[in-house]
């Protein structure tokens, strides 16, 4: 994290509960593939599947009260029903930074091109590609991949989700999965090794 503060950005905690409505901003609706893999803890209510939802809202409340640019970041758990293999687990731990208003529109794959190389410094990691992949939700993220793991993914907009919460200038985002980053750097065969597991601890 002192590498994110000595870039600007300011820590948020969000709540882990989603109401439906903001999974439905976020186009996940009914026919969306991640849909089923959401844990629902009643009809409205389920634990976040990701950081995003939350940091849409915030992001765009302090851009509302004046803070220009905006940059913010969240370290928490997120919850899905993934397929048991050595690269998922049902509860997982997202670090995701944004920024906006802070990148001229047409330079956002630049700027997330510059936050990754700056994540993956500050933890460590020299042996990465990145990657320009297309996505359910975000249409096209820069991913960084070391041998076949993903160990983060860039999003950026404008982006036609942005409406939904009020955002309207080009912004920049990255997810990076801390088990991933803990497996890879500890040259484990299986996440669970890195994982909030009272076994392997």
Partial sequence: TRW???EGFTRVTTPAILTADMLARMTITEDHPLKEQVFWLDAKHCLRP???????????SRHRMGHKPVRIFEIGSC????SQGARHMNEFTMLNLVELDGVADGAQMARLTELAKGAMAAVGIEDYTLERETSEVYLETLDIVAGELELASGAYGPHPLDGNWGIFDPWVGIGLGLERLA?????YQTIKRAGKSLAYL
């Fill in 4 to 6: 994110l503060t000595a």
């Fill in 50 to 60: 990701m950081l995003a939802p939350n940091l849409y809202d915030v992001m765009g």
């Fill in 79 to 82: 919850f899905r029903k993934e």
């Fill in 183 to 187: 497996m890879h750097k500890g040259g």
